[in-house]
């Protein structure tokens, strides 16, 4: 998961922008995930946490050891995280197709309970915005309904309790961060590396925890610049899919373990990982049932915000990344979590073909 400084200079040339323009504040964004919902935040501005959590978080475990050969599933585990993230892992915009169904937290929760040994425990809080919004202390005030931090406060901004949370995550934009340099301002007028640096010393200095992974969630690329058009998925050829699958697993890839290794370099004392959303979804739809799924199933639009199935493959992976485990072989689909027929009848396959690639 480590990227060598030589081959920072191959990926930061910025794809050409669609018509997918974003006006924001006077200026013009590449239309990713995230840009569409910067319109509605500010710099401060936060959802108030639902309540709700998986079960046995207070009793089981930690997770986070290396993931075991066979990866099956054993329950008895239980990670606490705080995410620093984005539409990428909880897309909650308003005035959009969101429900509960499109957030990673309330999908790995509902994995969790399913879990042998009485259930993985599961909970998080959670920073929405752009990297250079996100702030510290952390405050637990993003909507998942499923699930909910037991140790940072919902609502008022405090390290109070911080320091039992194991997992810190960090969710780059998918539209802008990888045309530059970890270390170079990006079009938000701030640079990843700095202020990831930040906010890790912030954790370190405030409440610390020996057994912290501090981790990159890498979160799938634009669908802008692939010749669709009216915000539609519909209207991108099968070579317009092929190309963004190319690009996502080669310069949009290179760059997150560029990020992670460039992170490493600066705190080498620390734990520091790449949760491989990314590569494994984009393995995934390319190599499995997924590609026979129509992109109006998958997506809702070009930034692209997933559908319910495409976040459900997305917490899959995520599953796998903080249990060191598959999720429960025999998980059971509720109706109104509005996944695909095609995921459902294949989940176990879908599974192991994750796994053996993450």
């Not at 931090?149 to 960090?170: D, I, L, Q």
Request: proline share 8%.
């Amino acid at each position: 998961m480590a990227a060598d400084d030589a081959t920072a200079n191959v990926f930061f040339s910025p794809r050409p922008l669609a018509k997918g323009r974003i006006n924001i504040g006077g200026r013009m964004w590449r239309g990713g995930v995230c840009a569409v919902l910067l319109c509605a935040l500010s710099a401060h501005s936060t959802l108030q946490a639902q309540s709700g959590t998986a079960q046995n978080a207070s009793a089981a475990p930690k997770a986070g050891a290396p993931k075991a050969s066979s990866g099956e599933p054993r329950g008895g585990k239980v990670v606490d995280v705080y995410a620093h993230y984005n539409s990428l892992h909880n897309h909650a915009n308003p005035s959009s197709k969101q429900s509960p169904n499109t957030r990673v937290g309330n999908w790995v929760a509902r994995l969790a309970a399913q879990a042998p040994g009485g259930g993985n425990g599961y909970t998080l809080g959670a920073k929405f915005g752009f990297f250079h919004q996100w702030t510290l202390p952390p405050v637990g005030s993003t909507a998942h309904e499923e699930v909910k931090s037991r140790h940072v406060n919902p609502y008022t901004p405090s390290w109070a309790g911080a320091k039992n949370v194991e997992v810190v995550e960090f969710v780059p934009d998918n539209f802008d961060g990888h045309s530059f340099d970890p270390a170079q301002n990006t079009n938000m007028r701030a640079a990843y590396l700095p202020v990831l640096l930040s906010l890790i010393d912030g954790w370190e200095a405030n409440a610390p925890n020996p057994n912290r992974r501090y981790v990159i969630y890498a979160g799938w690329p634009t669908l802008n610049g692939y010749g669709g058009r009216d915000d539609d998925p519909s209207t991108i050829s099968a070579s317009g899919y092929a190309k963004w699958v190319t690009f996502g697993l080669g310069p949009y890839q290179d760059w997150m373990k560029l990020l992670v290794a460039r992170l490493k370099t600066e705190r080498p004392t620390l734990d520091i990982r790449l949760h491989d959303i990314n590569r494994v979804l984009l393995m995934t739809y390319q190599n499995t049932v997924v590609r026979e799924i129509p992109p109006r199933t998958l997506f809702e639009d070009l930034a692209p915000h997933g559908r319910s199935t495409w976040y459900f493959l997305a917490a899959l992976a995520e599953y796998m990344e903080l249990y060191g485990e598959k999720p429960p072989a025999d998980f059971v689909f509720e109706q109104r979590w509005d996944v695909d027929p095609r995921v459902k009848d294949n989940y176990r396959s879908i599974v192991e073909y994750m796994w053996s690639v993450l």
